[in-house]
């Protein structure tokens, strides 16, 4: 004879108990990630060898994976353009979490590279780190302040070679200011919106051989809601279709050039108390990102 088991339905506060511990079990896994082995300060010397020329004397070596996508991609050349789009706090547990919400920018990706970002993990630090190759120590920002950094970084490298780069990004953003007093174009602007119309017209211009565009919209907004709140996943969304609309462009209009394209982001974050966001501590959350990269080649 079949036996029956009879399943008590759970009441409100048993059901929210269960989804407590479910969330807390979630949590815990991602404080027990290990922490990436290449570190951001790779970046630099990267981007330097993909253009073909010569880093800083106190950038750290390149990053092997990056270098080999490079020269396989493009058979040994190099590229004339770089196009580096910069979201703020996008970590690697929210990139592999809510991929799908990043599926435009994954889709137009051939190189992912994960990297440990600096500590303390907060923007200056980071950009700091990722645009001048060096520890905080060396480039000299150590906490969340903005000075002029006086050390070498890849905009001195591409200047010396008679090579234009730009800034694009918002005011009084990190991006905005740590990289100032070079001999070269800052377009700093109030809104993404005007950020990205200005990206968009500098594409299209066809001038630049460097571009850094910074958007932090995802960064504000999960600071105050917190980095899976709808208000946060939704610009983290629009950071991937952004992307996904430089890229278009970029293939389409820089045709005779060999170009590199990258989704790179400074730091992760973590959920603090009262449902907000933070970032800035020791811990996998906060240190592990993810990069991704694309050349096109001339045709």
């Not at 108390?273 to 906060?286: A, E, I, K």
Request: net charge negative; charged share 25%.
């Amino acid at each position: 004879m079949e036996s029956r088991i009879d399943l008590c339905p759970l009441s409100q506060a048993q059901t929210q108990n269960f989804i407590d511990l479910l969330v807390l079990e979630s949590r815990r896994c991602e404080m027990n990630e290990k922490l990436n082995d290449q570190s951001l300060d790779t970046v630099c010397s990267s981007l330097a060898y993909a253009m073909g020329i010569r880093s800083s004397d106190v950038a750290a070596e390149p990053s092997r994976k990056l270098n080999t996508y490079i020269d396989e991609s493009l058979a040994g050349r190099k590229v004339d353009r770089v196009f580096m789009y910069n979201p703020d706090a996008i970590g690697q547990w929210i990139y592999r979490k809510y991929s799908s919400l990043l599926r435009k920018a994954i889709e137009r990706t051939e190189l992912e590279v994960p990297f440990c970002t600096v500590m303390p993990s907060v923007t200056p630090v980071c950009f700091g780190t990722m645009y001048t190759g060096a520890q905080p120590e060396v480039h000299g920002i150590k906490k969340y302040e903005k000075p002029v950094i006086k050390i070498d970084s890849i905009f001195d490298s591409l200047i010396r070679q008679g090579k234009k780069p730009v800034i694009i990004a918002e005011t009084d953003c990190s991006m905005s200011k740590i990289f100032l007093e070079r001999d070269m174009d800052y377009f700093i602007y109030d809104t993404i919106e005007e950020v990205n119309a200005k990206a968009i017209e500098v594409i299209l211009e066809d001038k630049y051989d460097f571009i850094a565009v910074y958007n932090g919209n995802y960064d504000s907004v999960m600071h105050k809601h917190g980095p899976e709140s709808i208000e946060a996943l939704s610009e983290l969304r629009v950071n991937a279709e952004i992307y996904a609309m430089f890229d278009t462009l970029i293939s389409e209009h820089w045709k005779k050039h060999n170009s590199l394209v990258g989704f790179a982001m400074d730091h992760g974050c973590h959920e603090i108390d009262g449902n907000c966001g933070s970032h800035g501590l020791d811990m996998p959350q906060d240190l592990n990102i993810v990069h991704l990269y694309k050349t096109y080649p001339a045709v």
